[in-house]
């Protein structure tokens, strides 16, 4: 029998810090962090911001048990969506959590059950009938699901840590790199080395290069940024993620012809993008 070698990423989730209901970002969407990647018939999920809501819902028409959900770092947005999350409420169906910023003071399960009970919400983890497994490790470490599926993994620079990663599935990659706070002049060796010959880079460009001078501690980078790593790395594609709430679909319209004509090819990540290697 052939192997299903279909190897995707689509956006459910692309803004950053807290989730926007406007007209004026209709476009690009205004749910907060949440990305799907299909490797054959393995799903792999990055974080759990509001976007979860609407993936759990689509995923539960499918024929699937098994989840795995990874998240860069468990700050609110990247994770508030979880109590939505459709699959959930099955209990033939397997969800694995996977953290890497938290050991040794904490661990991921704490950090879910803290956001799933009183008085911040009315019930606990338990409402939940899957089965549900929580594995912390250090970023920098590699994790092996089989032959031809690992995801390398690297520490980013943000408040309170964060995790990159990159998923190998045979010999195409995509990377996840969001939220990290780039020092100017100084490209991020962490990075590089986990981009490096990559196919697909889905980076956070919260910021402009010019909105960043006055926000260079905020934990978060540039479009601008992106495009130079992915230059010194050799990777082939941007994707401009994790976009501030105040950048309306005309701003990010604007973003995205500046970025074309810097870097050809550089994509503006939007609600319902699917990109297909």
């Not at 939940?128 to 970023?139: G, H, K, Q, V």
């Amino acid at each position: 029998m052939k192997k299903n070698n279909k190897f995707f990423v689509k956006f459910w989730g692309v803004r950053g810090s807290i989730a926007c209901s406007d007209p004026k970002v209709a476009k690009y969407g205004g749910n907060t962090s949440c990305v799907e990647i299909r490797c054959g018939n393995e799903v792999f999920i990055f974080d759990s911001g509001t976007g979860i809501r609407y993936l759990g819902n689509e995923l539960v028409k499918e024929d699937i048990n098994n989840f795995r959900i990874f998240f860069s770092h468990t700050h609110y947005d990247h994770i508030c969506g979880l109590p939505f999350f459709s699959p959930a409420f099955n209990q033939k169906n397997k969800i694995e959590f996977f953290s890497g910023h938290l050991k040794p003071k904490n661990n991921i399960k704490n950090v879910l059950s803290s956001i799933m009970k009183e008085p911040v919400w009315p019930v606990g983890l338990d409402i939940f009938p899957c089965s549900m497994n929580f594995t912390d490790f250090f970023a920098g470490e590699n994790l092996v699901f089989s032959d031809d599926i690992q995801i390398k993994t690297c520490p980013l620079n943000h408040e309170n840590g964060a995790t990159g990663y990159r998923i190998n599935f045979y010999d195409k990659s995509i990377c996840y790199i969001t939220d990290t706070n780039h020092i100017p002049g100084e490209p991020d060796k962490n990075i590089l080395r986990l981009i490096e010959g990559a196919n697909i880079v889905i980076y956070d460009s919260m910021f402009t290069e010019e909105e960043f001078k006055d926000r260079q501690h905020w934990g978060h980078s540039t479009w601008e940024e992106g495009a130079k790593l992915c230059d010194l790395a050799e990777a082939e594609r941007l994707c401009i993620f994790h976009h501030d709430p105040s950048h309306e679909d005309s701003f990010m319209d604007k973003i995205s012809i500046e970025a074309e004509t810097k870097r050809p090819g550089t994509l503006v990540a939007r609600e319902g993008l699917k990109i297909v290697l």
